[in-house]
């Protein structure tokens, strides 16, 4: 079945810098999707991406859609210590029984020193 | 709050026991997606129903069930219960059926299998 390689699956960071992390697939997506959750939580999305090149921001908040359509990155600028969480990234296809079923990373947990 | 409302939020049960989860989608969502989070496993599609009527199958067991009823609330019934299955279970809620509406999650419930 599809996978998702998600990296780091840790960060520890001080407030103000700036975080990066990605997913890779060994299949096509149609869609990715970033989704953040807190403890005890479920996750919260955070940003669609629906065009293979597709560059999105939320706030500070960014991520792009692969080109090859196998990948996806999300950058936080300027952390703040509620950025704190695990992220996930997720793939969606489209049409036969898939339907909506997202496919997820192992997820990034991220801890933001004052 | 994502408007998607899960009940019990936690459940402490036994071995061989049989649990009912239940899920209130959010206000005009008529699809409903259930999703397993365990610690070796990650975030796991399990089934998927659309006004009533199911979708699309993942990874579930066939000691799970679930139903979507008339009111569009949703129930995920585990039985024959192994230790195994302690995890978090999520549901999600989205307008339409299809890769085209996204997904937003309620709070989970936590099953725990002594």
């Known amino acids: 079945g599809q996978q998702l390689n998600q990296s780091p699956q840790s960060m520890f960071i001080q407030e103000g810098e700036d975080v990066s992390m990605n997913c890779t697939s060994s299949s096509i997506f149609n869609t990715w999707l970033w989704y953040k959750q807190d403890p005890g939580e479920g996750p919260v999305l955070l940003i669609a991406l629906y065009k293979a090149g597709e560059l999105t921001s939320n706030g500070r908040l960014t991520a792009q859609f692969g080109i090859t359509r196998k990948d996806s990155f999300l950058n936080i600028s300027a952390s703040i210590p509620s950025d704190v969480g695990i992220y996930f990234c997720a793939g969606r296809n489209a049409g036969g029984t898939s339907y909506g079923k997202l496919t997820f990373g192992q997820g990034t947990i991220l801890t933001v020193h004052p | 709050d994502s408007g998607v409302t899960q009940t019990p939020k936690h459940l402490i049960t036994a071995t061989g026991q049989r649990v009912t989860l239940r899920c209130s989608p959010r206000s005009g969502d008529l699809s409903v997606y259930w999703y397993q989070q365990s610690l070796d496993q990650g975030l796991q599609f399990l089934i998927q129903y659309y006004n009533g009527e199911e979708r699309a199958k993942g990874n579930i067991l066939e000691r799970f069930s679930a139903q979507q009823f008339p009111d569009l609330h949703s129930e995920l019934n585990l039985s024959s219960l192994e230790l195994g299955d302690s995890a978090l279970y999520f549901c999600?809620?989205?307008?339409?059926?299809?890769?085209?509406?996204?997904?937003?999650f309620g709070p989970g419930t936590r099953l725990t299998v002594t």
């Open positions: 999600a809620s989205s307008v339409g059926p299809g890769e085209a509406y996204e997904q937003y």
